[in-house]
């Protein structure tokens, strides 16, 4: 029997999107649909949209900078390794549960990654899996203690944020910097793909796209629902089409000041990185029974119970994603850092990380979110940091503004919840 995706209404491109409950009228049904359910409190990812398009067109403004291909490039490289730690924050949020361990967990998983290649000569490959395994592992632990020993996540991971900064010591014996010379991690996250290849790609994901949201819309006939209409069809697919275009040819234009030393162009490796991540978890949550059964166990763990469903599995699955994810988000930070120290996955690691999810439009009540809310959450988080850096605020202004909007984001999935049990 194959499982079919959860609904959740007001989350675009899952079943029970407003956008895909329109009757036989068309476009202006489909509209007034989208407005009842706004109006019902079913957000969505909209707020983060809004307010990415928002802060973009600002600091656009105050700094034309900002859209040069430059920071452009660093911004996407800059906010990888907190996205890939997001997306699997997703799978835990969705429980209703937290990971307060994620950031040091990716510290652990990077120093593993960084002493296998250095210090003892691992293959990169072999160091990455180490590193991969290292996260399920701690993702397994701490997924017991929660679902089988019934300690609260907060308190669990509360714990294991604590204890790991002390792994991250003993591993680097007290603060030694292992640098990380392997050029195959290296090019994780400093090397572009070639122009041609990136055309290649925004091509391949294109079609992809098209062939999914047709197929999805057939699907939903063939179910006796309403469809997409053909004309909303063609501006999704027009519109993936031309905004990807734009980022790959500005992303293709040189962006090195001294091209004679060194050329710089081309689409970051770390994005084709963060897409297969983001193909690969949305496939998980939408077309499994796995991810039926996540957003089962979110919205009510008993009635998940019985019906069948092995919750505490569930649940231990869930942390073991979350901690493979951010043990990614390690591997992509030390391939950023060229190095790893014992502020590797400290710092504002996990405040940016449980932004993303949030601000992304998961809610932390569990039941409600998508992995593509982390990548919108990310780049929402990462506009204010650069946007922010470019007009000379100091860091402690960006911490607050930034902890201003995750609070801003938590009362509207609050304010929306209550207004939907309402409806």
């Known amino acids: 029997m194959t499982a079919l995706a959860p609904e959740q209404p007001g989350q ?5 999107d407003p956008g895909k409950l329109a009757a036989t009228g068309g476009l202006a049904d489909l509209g007034r649909g989208y407005l009842d359910r706004l109006r019902a409190g079913e957000l969505g990812s909209l707020p983060a949209v809004a307010g990415l398009v928002v802060l973009c067109t600002f600091f656009a403004l105050l700094r034309p900078v900002f859209l040069s291909n430059l920071n452009f490039a660093n911004l996407l490289t800059q906010s990888a390794g907190s996205i890939a730690i997001a997306m699997g924050l997703v799978f835990v949020l969705l429980l209703g549960e937290i990971d307060l361990s994620a950031g040091y967990a990716s510290g652990v998983c990077a120093a593993v990654l960084a002493i296998l290649l250095t210090n003892h000569g691992w293959p990169w490959y072999g160091a990455v899996a180490a590193a991969l395994l290292t996260g399920a592992a701690i993702g397994l632990l701490l997924g017991a203690l929660v679902a089988k020993v019934g300690i609260p996540s907060f308190v669990v991971t509360l714990a294991a944020f604590l204890g790991f900064q002390g792994v991250v010591l003993i591993l680097l014996k007290e603060g030694t910097n292992v640098s990380v010379k392997d050029p195959t991690v290296l090019a994780i996250a400093n090397d572009n793909l070639s122009p041609l290849l990136g055309w290649l790609l925004l091509a391949a994901c294109a079609a992809g796209y098209a062939v ?17 209409p053909a004309a909303l069809l063609a501006v999704r697919i027009g519109a993936v089409v031309l905004l990807g275009a734009a980022a790959v040819a500005l992303l293709n234009q040189e962006r090195s000041r001294n091209v004679l030393v060194n050329s710089l162009k081309g689409v970051p490796l770390v994005v084709p990185v963060i897409g297969a991540l983001l193909l690969l978890g949305t496939f998980t949550l939408q077309r499994t029974r796995f991810g039926l059964h ?42 950023r850092g060229n190095s790893v120290d014992p502020n590797t996955g400290g710092s504002n690691v996990l405040l940016l990380a449980v932004g993303s999810a949030v601000i992304g439009g998961t809610s932390l009540f569990g039941g409600r979110g998508r992995v593509v809310d982390a990548v919108l959450g990310g780049l929402v988080v990462a506009v204010i940091q650069n946007g922010m850096g470019l007009m000379g605020y100091s860091s402690g202004v960006k911490y607050a503004v930034t902890g201003s909007v995750l609070l801003v984001a938590a009362g509207v999935d609050a304010m929306s919840r209550r207004r939907t049990a309402r409806r």
């Open 12 to 16: 675009p491109g899952q079943p029970g």
């Open 212 to 228: 999914l949201q047709v197929r999805r819309s057939r699907d939903r006939r063939g179910r006796g629902l309403a469809g997409t």
């Open 294 to 335: 996540v957003y089962a166990v979110g919205g009510s763990p008993e009635a998940a119970r019985r019906a069948g469903i092995n919750v505490a599995s569930i649940r231990i699955a869930a942390f073991v994603i979350c901690s493979c994810l951010a043990a990614v988000g390690g591997v992509i930070a030390a391939s």
